[in-house]
């Protein structure tokens, strides 16, 4: 199951005006409502992380209302 969630490509999602900082040394919850862009957001903050030079392999995103893994 991690092994399968590190290999899959991160998405392209559309920038959004609010971005998870990336210069903390810190773990970051993302908590809102159904449907309110959170997993949208986590695959950007991916996405810039692979881009300033951060392993894929280390950024697992797990999605626990997939009954598949």
């Known amino acids: 199951m991690l092994a399968q969630q590190t290999a899959r490509a991160v998405p392209a999602m559309a920038p ?3 971005q998870v900082p990336l210069d903390i040394r810190k773990g970051v919850t993302l908590v809102g409502i159904h449907r309110s862009g959170k997993t949208h957001l986590l695959y950007g903050t ?6 300033a030079g951060v392993d894929r392999r280390r950024l697992i995103g797990l999605n626990f209302e997939d009954d598949s893994i």
């Open 46 to 51: 991916m996405r810039r992380l692979i881009e």
């Open 16 to 18: 959004r005006a609010l």
